[in-house]
């Protein structure tokens, strides 16, 4: 059997879940997010085991620092994968929600309802608290997901699915609903982008080369995830203390993944101040700088490259660059920015406003760090990835933007002249 004939019979087994799932009520997918919750809890010990495996292979394949970080997992971690189910249960339930409603005057009702998708394919790599995140998303939307993830995380993705599984079965729901393939032959992937008529929409989460290999292949709707290029930008009225805790955090706190900033923006009229601070600070975090001319001469950094601006390192790397006020920080964000998430750093309401309106990413922060783009720290218990696309979702993605809505008219005995 090839790869496309496997898809289609998962594929096919998702989709008659998927018609259990959206009729169950809410009351049993509440249910089956605590069952799954608790089921990752009892599950710990056989997760970690899986997990080591996963390690100690990333190892003696030399996978890169930033990729083993993301890739391990320890207790802490898979209580947090837990909390986060259980916080999925706790929300209102988005499937049957009325987006609007009103009566004509010909006495007929107008509803738009929000449903779910159907069948969802979700293809990333690396970290595998995605496997239950996603699972959990789309059980809380009503949806059937097929999750294929990176060979290096295989074990412990299998291991995580598996517990999923369990609490789906003692709420009552077939297993089908969440599927974690077991094969990672990269020929899945093109057979789940083109699997039209089966998976609905597939979601590639993971670097720009396997999100090109999606969308270049893919005759099915795609939400993208590209590249974390981040930027934070101190403009002239900003608190120092408070631009040097912001840029801090979003350049150390967590370097290796996608809401870390990438790009420091300082406005001329602080540079001399801000900027010798910062790079000292940086500096002793470990954080290599790369500068513009005038920051090489405010601070000590490596001069920087034209493909610095538009690199996302995930890594203790960050480029500055002196700017000569908010227009131009604008400028340089639209430009080589990636629509992830950007911050400013000010007093002035009119700087903000004018910064949020101008800068065309999915989230734009207003002194707070970049780090806080994420479904958890949105509400929205998790996320199934950031979308820097504009249809239909954009940023982080929870359990309501994996719906879609249909049209509800209702009658007495109607017909049109």
Not at 194 to 216: H, M, N, Q, S, W
Not at 233 to 258: L, T
Request: net charge negative; hydrophobic share 40%.
């Amino acid at each position: 059997m090839n790869e496309k004939e496997k898809i289609k019979n998962l594929a096919l087994a998702a989709r008659a879940a998927s018609r259990q799932l959206a009729v169950a009520g809410g009351q049993q997918r509440d249910d089956a997010l605590k069952a799954c919750g608790s089921a990752l809890r009892k599950s710990a010990g056989d997760i970690l085991s899986a997990n080591k495996k996963d390690l100690d292979k990333s190892e003696q394949s030399k996978l890169a620092s930033a990729m083993i970080e993301r890739l391990a997992l320890d207790e802490n971690k898979i209580e947090k994968m837990a909390s986060a189910l259980d916080e999925m249960a706790a929300q209102i339930d988005p499937v049957g929600k009325t987006i609007a409603g009103y009566n004509r005057p010909n006495g007929l009702r107008i509803e738009k309802r929000r449903v779910p998708i159907g069948v969802v394919g979700i293809i990333f790599e690396s970290r595998p608290n995605v496997t239950s995140d996603a699972a959990g998303l789309c059980i809380r939307s009503a949806n059937a997901c097929i999750l294929r993830g990176g060979k290096e995380a295989i074990n412990s993705n299998l291991a995580i699915g598996a517990a999923v599984r369990k609490g789906l079965s003692e709420a009552g729901l077939p297993v089908e609903v969440v599927t974690v393939l077991e094969s990672t032959d990269r020929a899945m992937v093109p057979a789940m982008a083109t699997a039209e008529g089966l998976i609905d929409l597939v979601i590639p989460r993971g670097g720009r080369g396997l999100i090109k290999a999606v969308t270049d292949a893919a005759t099915i709707p795609v939400i993208k995830h590209y590249d974390g290029i981040c930027h934070v930008y101190v403009h002239e009225d900003a608190d120092i203390d408070i631009a040097s805790g912001i840029v801090m955090n979003a350049k150390c706190q967590y370097p290796g993944v996608c809401n870390a900033a990438e790009t420091l923006l300082v406005d001329e009229a602080v540079a001399g101040k801000f900027l010798p601070d910062i790079s000292e600070k940086l500096e002793k975090a470990g954080v290599e700088l790369r500068g513009c001319k005038k920051s090489c001469k405010l601070a000590n950094m490596k001069p920087a490259t034209e493909e610095d601006w538009s690199t996302e390192y995930l890594e203790l790397i960050l480029s500055v660059k002196v700017v000569g006020g908010l227009d131009e920080a604008i400028g340089h964000i639209n430009n080589f920015g990636s629509n992830h998430t950007d911050a400013i750093v000010t007093k002035s309401l009119s700087a903000s406003e004018r910064f949020t309106a101008g800068v065309d990413s999915s989230s734009v922060m207003v002194n707070a760090s970049t780090r806080f783009s994420d479904g958890g720290e949105y509400g929205l218990g998790a996320e199934v990835g950031i979308s820097t696309d504009k249809l239909h979702a954009r940023g982080p993605m929870g359990a309501e933007d994996l719906t879609t809505y249909k049209w509800i008219v209702t009658g007495n005995g109607h017909v049109r002249e």
